[in-house]
């Protein structure tokens, strides 16, 4: 008996300030809790204050009782007024409130709908927000370049793909679009983006096909692509800036117009 007295451990509780055994208090469940931890309060609190916080549950017959006024005793049968129990004011005051919480927690009141604001019209490049561009004529044609917008920033997307068919974009000064599109090198697809209209591989395969693998200067078989105008003075990789040459031609030729090559020839 001394020894299971001598190994009890006590512990005191938060809400009463008790002394007691450690089994009367919960264990403490996490990662950084060690295997003596315990809870600060003890049974015997733990059921006080569940009965303190438990919901109270009025009967609606309960409910049409306490609205309807307390009759005086006076009023009331000799019998029924020798066992009625008196009330007093701060009690009589509580009571109602009391039973008129849980009706109000059984029907919750619906909130008001808020109206739904009204769609506005497509923004434009001057409006705030997100911008959208104006919306195309019916009959336009997609290689008039005068329809052609910057945005914001001044530029113009330009997207495509690339050999393996991956999509890209990246943005264009309006000059270069203008080109591209007059040069049948892009169309226009709304009116601040354009739309390469080859990759790097067609493009070659379609200037090849088109001059006949047949070298634009001299006659012979010509299997590159030289720009007539060259890119070091502001030429562009377009179907009408570029022909076919052979290796010969496009060497010799290098970054000369093509009207001083052509005397060369």
């Given at each position: 008996?001394?020894?299971?007295?001598?190994?009890?451990?006590?512990?005191?509780?938060?809400?009463?300030?008790?002394?007691?055994?450690?089994?009367?208090?919960?264990?403490?469940?996490?990662?950084?809790?060690?295997?003596?931890?315990?809870?600060?309060?003890?049974?015997?609190?733990?059921?006080?204050?569940?009965?303190?916080?438990?919901?109270?549950?009025?009967?609606?017959?309960?409910?049409?009782?306490a609205?309807?006024?307390?009759?005086?005793?006076?009023?009331?049968?000799e019998?029924?007024?020798?066992?009625?129990?008196?009330i007093?004011?701060?009690?009589?005051?509580?009571?109602p409130?009391?039973?008129?919480?849980?009706?109000?927690?059984?029907?919750?009141?619906?909130?008001?709908?808020?109206?739904?604001?009204?769609?506005?019209?497509?923004?434009?490049?001057?409006?705030?927000?997100?911008?959208?561009?104006?919306?195309?004529?019916?009959?336009?044609?997609?290689?008039?370049?005068s329809?052609?917008?910057?945005?914001?920033?001044?530029?113009?997307?330009?997207?495509?793909?690339?050999?393996?068919?991956?999509?890209?974009?990246?943005?264009?000064?309006?000059?270069?679009?203008?080109?591209?599109?007059?040069?049948?090198?892009?169309?226009?697809?709304?009116?601040?983006?354009?739309?390469?209209?080859f990759?790097?591989?067609?493009?070659?395969?379609?200037?090849?096909?088109?001059?006949?693998?047949?070298?634009?200067?001299?006659?012979?078989?010509?299997?590159?692509?030289?720009?007539?105008?060259?890119?070091?003075?502001?030429?562009?990789?377009?179907?009408?800036?570029?022909?076919?040459?052979?290796?010969?031609?496009?060497?010799?030729?290098?970054?000369?117009?093509?009207?001083?090559?052509m005397?060369?020839?």
């Amino acid at each position: 008996m001394t020894d299971n007295l001598q190994t009890t451990q006590y512990k005191q509780c938060v809400h009463c300030l008790e002394q007691k055994p450690v089994t009367d208090f919960l264990r403490r469940t996490g990662r950084r809790s060690g295997p003596a931890s315990r809870r600060g309060s003890c049974r015997s609190c733990r059921k006080t204050r569940s009965r303190i916080t438990a919901p109270i549950t009025v009967s609606a017959a309960n409910q049409e009782a306490a609205a309807q006024p307390a009759a005086p005793l006076a009023a009331m049968p000799e019998a029924v007024a020798a066992t009625a129990v008196p009330i007093s004011p701060a009690e009589n005051a509580v009571g109602p409130a009391v039973a008129s919480k849980p009706a109000a927690a059984a029907a919750p009141a619906v909130a008001p709908k808020r109206p739904r604001p009204s769609k506005a019209p497509a923004r434009t490049a001057g409006a705030g927000g997100k911008y959208r561009p104006r919306p195309l004529p019916a009959n336009y044609s997609p290689t008039d370049a005068s329809l052609l917008r910057t945005t914001r920033k001044g530029t113009v997307w330009m997207r495509g793909k690339t050999d393996k068919g991956r999509r890209w974009h990246q943005e264009i000064e309006l000059e270069l679009a203008v080109t591209l599109v007059k040069e049948r090198a892009a169309v226009i697809v709304n009116r601040t983006t354009i739309r390469r209209l080859f990759s790097n591989k067609d493009f070659r395969s379609y200037i090849l096909t088109r001059d006949n693998y047949t070298c634009h200067f001299c006659g012979h078989y010509g299997d590159t692509i030289d720009h007539m105008l060259p890119r070091a003075k502001g030429g562009h990789t377009t179907p009408d800036n570029c022909v076919c040459a052979c290796n010969e031609c496009n060497q010799s030729k290098a970054d000369k117009d093509i009207d001083e090559f052509m005397r060369e020839l």
